[in-house]
């Protein structure tokens, strides 16, 4: 199956930077490199009112959450939750910081 079109962008854009391949580096670097790919992507972030950083208690231990205010609280909004993708390995809060704005 062939990749969507945008992925492949993202792909041929990585391959022609002449940036090594995310496999052949450590995980810290691949890390690294991915946030610094999808922040330039991204651009200048969208403004919202606030980010905050929570921890709430899950089955395994503490889990970290980030909750976007599109507006100054006082009212009651919908609730949208995102999971982040990486395979588990690059995926951070940081990584989706740009879509979940």
Not at 52 to 75: N, V
Not at 90 to 96: A, C, Y
């Amino acid at each position: 199956m062939p990749l969507h079109p945008q992925a492949e962008a993202v792909r041929a854009h990585r391959a022609s930077s002449g940036a090594p391949p995310l496999y052949t580096l450590t995980l810290a670097e691949a890390r690294a490199a991915d946030l610094a790919d999808i922040r330039a992507a991204a651009g200048t972030p969208e403004p919202v009112a606030a980010v905050e950083e929570h921890r709430i208690p899950g089955p395994g231990g503490e889990l970290a959450l980030r909750l976007y205010r599109p507006e100054p609280p006082g009212r009651r909004l919908p609730a949208l939750l995102y999971l982040f993708g990486g395979g588990w390995t690059l995926g951070s809060p940081d990584t989706s910081d740009a879509v979940c704005r």
